[in-house]
């Protein structure tokens, strides 16, 4: 005779929409609540809590590193500006001398 296999529930992907949603009602009434009612497990609702709290970190990192990056562009440009107009200075004066 064979031996069974355990069985096992199949794999459910859900959307960001749906977690979203079971964070917002998990934040409402309690995890264990939500969990119980969305026939999901607790664990689950925190795994995807703190997933979304990365991701929101990542993105204020990324914002801010573009905004910086904006910055640093504005201020070289205007380095080589100032760079441009020292050397005709510099020649303008260069000439006056001899």
């Known amino acids: 005779m064979k031996p069974s296999k355990p069985t096992t529930k199949p794999y ?3 959307s960001a929409s749906y977690k979203e949603e079971a964070l917002k009602l998990a934040d409402r009434i309690g995890y264990a609540e939500a969990a119980r009612q969305l026939g999901l497990h607790e664990s689950q609702l925190y795994g995807w809590r703190a ?9 204020s990192r990324e914002q801010e590193q573009a905004a910086e990056i904006a910055k640093l562009k504005r201020e070289l440009l205007i380095a080589q500006e100032e ?3 020292l050397k005709k200075a510099s020649a303008y004066f260069a000439r006056q001398l001899k």
Not at 52 to 59: D, E, G, K, P, W
């Open 12 to 14: 459910t992907r859900r």
């Open 51 to 59: 997933k979304q709290t990365q991701q929101q970190t990542v993105n």
């Open 83 to 85: 760079v441009a107009i």
